[in-house]
Every structure is written in C-alpha cells, then in structure tokens.
C-alpha cells in the first residue's frame, strides 16, 4: 500500500461500487446515493476525497466533459483500453450518457487532421455530441 494511503471501510466501499460497474460513468451524486441505500454512512466530502486519491492512484479515470456537467468517474483495471491508451467519448445531449468510442477508423481521422491541418489533436480528451440510440 503507497505511503499516505488509509484502507478505510469508506474508502472499500467506493472502490468496490466502482468495481461493480466496469466501463460506466458515475458521478458523486449516484456514488453517494448507493452507499446511502446499502447503509454506508459517508459525507460527499469524504467521498470526493476517496475519488481523487483513486484517480491519483491511477485506479480511478475522472472525466470532466464541459461545464454544464458533474464530473464523472470509471474505475479502469489493468487490461482496460481506456487506461492504456484513453478514448474518445460520445456524449448524449438529451439524456447525458457518456459512451466510450473504441474505432480504429479514428486513428486515420487523427492522421487526416495533423497531415492535411497540421494540428496533433488528442483523442483521448475528444468529446462528439449528439443523440444516443435510445433518444434518436
């Protein structure tokens, strides 16, 4: 266990919530919520404390897509592609759901665009708006 880091029953408990849902997006509402319904009596702040040594930690992706949106969390395991090599998103703008995009077709889109525009662009960070399949 790195120095500094305290193996607290609070701090299980978000782990383990994140754990639960490989691949989903969370916020510290949902997190907070859960833990609330299964009897886990823990603050937001505790809670926000948790995610960001999770994050520093490398355990724990934090996402921050614009500022009309809370912050969300996934918690990425060794094998996950999105903690080696991070993704692009799809983001919802009716019902806010935030999709991992896994297309190889994007690498030559990221070739096109430093080729023909000189411009590196990091799809890691990429956000593409518009309507998931259950809001079309």
Not at 52 to 73: N, P, W
């Amino acid at each position: 266990m790195p120095k500094g880091r305290y193996n607290t029953k609070q701090r299980e408990e978000v782990l383990s919530f994140l754990q639960s849902m490989p691949g989903e997006h969370v916020t510290v509402n949902i997190i907070c919520n859960h833990l609330s319904d299964a009897g886990v009596s823990v603050g937001m702040t505790t809670i926000y404390r948790h995610l960001d040594k999770l994050v520093e930690e490398g355990i724990v992706k934090k996402y921050v897509l614009d500022a009309s949106s809370s912050a969300c969390y996934e918690y990425v395991d060794t094998h996950s592609a999105c903690k080696e090599n991070g993704c692009t998103h799809l983001k919802c703008t009716n019902c806010g759901k935030l999709i991992h995009l896994h297309c190889d077709d994007l690498k030559a889109t990221e070739r096109h665009i430093l080729e023909e525009h000189g411009f590196k662009a990091d799809m890691t960070r990429t956000v593409i708006y518009g309507l998931c399949e259950n809001c079309q």
